[in-house]
Structures are given as structure tokens and as C-alpha cells.
């Protein structure tokens, strides 16, 4: 069995045609990025661009893309963001959806969540879900303002985007945090009191306390279970089952959950150690 669920950030597929006593059910969410070269004007070799693409904020000096660190930016940036969000959650099937038979005995499969990731340039013949801006920063400049839209040459590299309360650095590679972004997801604290409703990117809605700043949704690079929040609400358009608010509906596990019987759904037994043959 394969469902597909088309939205306008990205797609998803359901595929359970694999699932067997040993196998889950797999859920690939797919985002397809035209990147967009942004360089200096005129042809120049060297020029500038603002921060966020804004003419108030400050201006940094860019330069011009080559064939080769263009092609080399684009392929380092897909394959090590496919490979962060790529394989790290496994969702409880608790609804006892798509099941199937095994030398006679009915399994219920959980679903394991995939990430695939495809780039190219923006180009009228590529659709894709989202156009991506990218200036190549000059040797000069350290940091650039960018955003989920505008990224900058430095943002698959890891630099420091905070301090703890011991006052110890905390790394992100900043475009990691932009494909969560991508995929639906918010800043670590957005719906905290701290994080003003009118501007989740002050500095508070990345995260107060430790445990909050090193999430990759705040400033660091941790995952957290919210983060399997869009293959869950992927299930739940799909199959119109479950509440992304209540925890207990395609629960997420870092770990992997094997296909259970009817019997220990119902017990909500959990399947961790790989069954005999």
C-alpha cells in the first residue's frame, strides 16, 4: 500500500508494501529547493549584500559563484542536511492502520521516518517547493544574516550561536536549523511567555534554559521528539487519525520499533529487540 500526501512545503509517501513481521512501514517527506546564485552587481567580482536581503540592515561583502564552489556548496549542503533529519525517528502505530498478515498472524507496522532532500538550480524546468537565495561571503566576512529563503556560503559549516549558563560555546550548522524550518517547525520556545508571539526570531524564542538553546531548533544541534512533529501530521492528514497535541498519537522513539501482533498493541507492548526467525 502507498499514500501520498502533496503540500505546498514539501511531499509525503507512505509506503507499506515492504512491511513484514521484521519491517516497518516507511514515511519519506520530500522538499525540493531551487537554489538562486546572488551575486555582486554588474558583474562585478566583489560587491555587497545586506543582511536578510534588507537594505537597513548591514551590508557584507560578497563574492561572485564559480562552477566549482557553487556545485561544491550545493552538494555538501544537501547531502549533510538529507543526512541530519534523514532515519531519526520511529512513530507508534497505535491505531492499528495498514496491517498485514504473517504465516497467518496479523502485525501492526510502525513507521519509520525518512527525509530526502532534492536541490537544483531554479530553473523554470525544475518545480520545486521552495527558492533559495545564496551569496558566497567574501574570505573577510564571518557571519552573514540569513534566513530560511537567503542562505549564505558559512551556513554548512558549524559555528557558534550562543553560550550556556556555564559559559561554554554552542555550535549549529545554521542550515540544518533552516530545513526544520522548511519542514514546518518553529524556534525551540515559540509559545513560551518569553517568546514574543509578534517576533519568534528575537533571541529568547531560541531557547532560555540549556537544555532549550542546544536543541537545532534553538542554537545548537540537538534533536528533540517535537521535531518528528511533521511526519506526525503527515499520518494524521493522511489517515485522518490522531492529535498532534496529544503525545500518545504516532508517538515518536529515537529507537527502532519492530512490528507488533494485535495482542501487544492492545497491551501497548513495544518491540525494540529484533524477533527470531
Known amino acids: 500500500m502507498k ?6 512545503s514539501w511531499d509525503a509517501v507512505l ?4 512491511c513484514d513481521k521484521y519491517n516497518n512501514a516507511e514515511l519519506t517527506i520530500t522538499i525540493k529547493l531551487g537554489f538562486k546564485q546572488i551575486n555582486p552587481a554588474a558583474g562585478s567580482l566583489t560587491g555587497t549584500y545586506n543582511d ?9 561583502k560578497i563574492d561572485k559563484w564559480t562552477k ?3 556545485d561544491a556548496w550545493k552538494f555538501n549542503f544537501i547531502q549533510s542536511a538529507q543526512k541530519y533529519w534523514d532515519s531519526k525517528y520511529w512513530l507508534i502505530n497505535n491505531f492499528s492502520l495498514f496491517d498485514y498478515q504473517d504465516a497467518g498472524v496479523k502485525y501492526i507496522p510502525n513507521v519509520w521516518c525518512r527525509f530526502k532532500l532534492l536541490g537544483a538550480d531554479a530553473t523554470p524546468g525544475f518545480k520545486s517547493h521552495h527558492t533559495i537565495e545564496v551569496v558566497r ?8 544574516g540569513s534566513h530560511s529563503k537567503l542562505y549564505d556560503s558559512l551556513d554548512t559549516n558549524s ?4 553560550t550556556d549558563s556555564k559559559g561554554l560555546p554552542i555550535m549549529q550548522k545554521a542550515h540544518v536549523h533552516e530545513i526544520g524550518h522548511l519542514l514546518g517547525l518553529g524556534h525551540v520556545d515559540e509559545g513560551k511567555p518569553h517568546c514574543p508571539s509578534t517576533n519568534t526570531n528575537a533571541s529568547a524564542c531560541y531557547g ?4 532549550d538553546k542546544y536543541a537545532v531548533m534553538g542554537q545548537g544541534m540537538q534533536l528533540r521528539d517535537s521535531n518528528a512533529n511533521p511526519w506526525r501530521q503527515a ?4 489517515f485522518l487519525k490522531g492529535n498532534i497535541n496529544l503525545p500518545n498519537d504516532w508517538a515518536p522513539a529515537r529507537v527502532r520499533h519492530y512490528p507488533r501482533t494485535l495482542a501487544e498493541v492492545a497491551a501497548n507492548t513495544k518491540i525494540t529487540t529484533k524477533p527470531k526467525r
Open 3 to 8: 499514500k501520498v500526501l502533496n503540500k505546498p
Open 15 to 18: 509506503d507499506a508494501s515492504m
Open 52 to 60: 536578510y536581503g534588507d537594505s537597513r540592515a548591514p551590508a557584507r
Open 68 to 70: 566549482n564552489s557553487w
Open 137 to 144: 561571503l567574501n574570505k573577510a566576512e564571518t557571519w552573514f
Open 159 to 162: 559555528v557558534q550561536k550562543g
Open 208 to 211: 532560555v534554559s540549556d537544555s
Open 235 to 238: 499520518l494524521i492528514e493522511m
